[in-house]
């Protein structure tokens, strides 16, 4: 499975986002899928993980990221709403044959949120 990460930028504080990650391969729908971010000077953590069984979000993001698929079109969205300087980061997808054990990362996109 290849990941490639698209929709980074720069967004004012309170703005809105929309990531996406599109999967090569044709058993994407089996694929549990997650969004992780890494801000500078900071280890990766979770933000957000989709599969059959729902979808699940960090704490930090709960209430304000939306994560959903298109099985159709092998693709991941992570919408961001109520933007906030701490959200900065590179965001990377990732997929998986279940929650929490992610074999394939896509390279990153970036994004930054101004206060």
């Known amino acids: 499975v290849q990941l490639q990460a698209s929709g980074g930028g720069l967004v004012q504080a309170g703005g809105s986002l929309r990531l996406s990650c599109a999967a090569s391969g044709r058993t994407f729908s089996s694929y549990a899928m997650g969004w992780f971010r890494q801000a500078p000077g900071k280890e990766r953590e979770f933000v957000a993980s989709i599969s059959r069984s729902g979808a699940y979000y960090a704490d930090s993001v709960k209430g304000r990221f939306t994560i959903s698929r298109d099985n159709g079109k092998n693709t991941v969205h992570l919408q961001m709403n109520s933007l906030k300087p701490e959200d900065t980061a590179v965001y990377y997808c990732?997929?998986?044959?279940?929650?929490?054990?992610?074999?394939?990362w896509g390279q990153g996109t970036e994004f930054t949120v101004s206060s």
């Open positions: 990732a997929a998986g044959r279940r929650l929490g054990d992610y074999h394939y």
